[in-house]
């Protein structure tokens, strides 16, 4: 079998893989379309604060939108103001989520963010960005180990750890 055949039956078997699962799609009496944001809709870049949307992903999250018994949605860590969507991994959908945090939580909140610019200082490259309930490390602008979170200790036992995403 010569490449080209070869390429082929691989596009053929995957044409055939694609149209069955669309096929189970169509059925199904409610969708739901959930896609991240950074690295799905838009390309990663080291600044998040760049990240634009493809064209073509805003086309196809749009034209979603409008079938009927379809409910698209957009997950991500970014701020609700950022996408008009969901933010915050959901907890920032309702407006009022941050006026309702426990003075204890706000306090561990503004510490966290005071323990990570203290440490962060010694990794060149990483950005904080502060959110609601949490504070996110990035470390794609960083290099070496760096860029490796491993670093980051747990808030002195104040919280579970360091989550990569």
Known sequence: MSEPEGRAGLTDKLDADVRAALSRIARVPQ???ACDYDGTLAPLVDDPTRAEPLP???AAIRA???LPQTTVAVVSGRALRDLATLGSHG???DL???QRLAPEM???HRQLFADLVTISNDHPGVRLEVKPASVAVH???ASGPSRNASWMPSAAGRSPGPTST
């Open 64 to 66: 979603l939108a409008t």
């Open 106 to 108: 706000i306090e561990l």
């Open 91 to 93: 907890s920032e959908f």
């Open 56 to 58: 073509e992903a805003v």
């Open 96 to 98: 009022g989520f941050i």
């Open 31 to 33: 969708l739901l379309v």
């Open 139 to 141: 470390t794609r602008g």
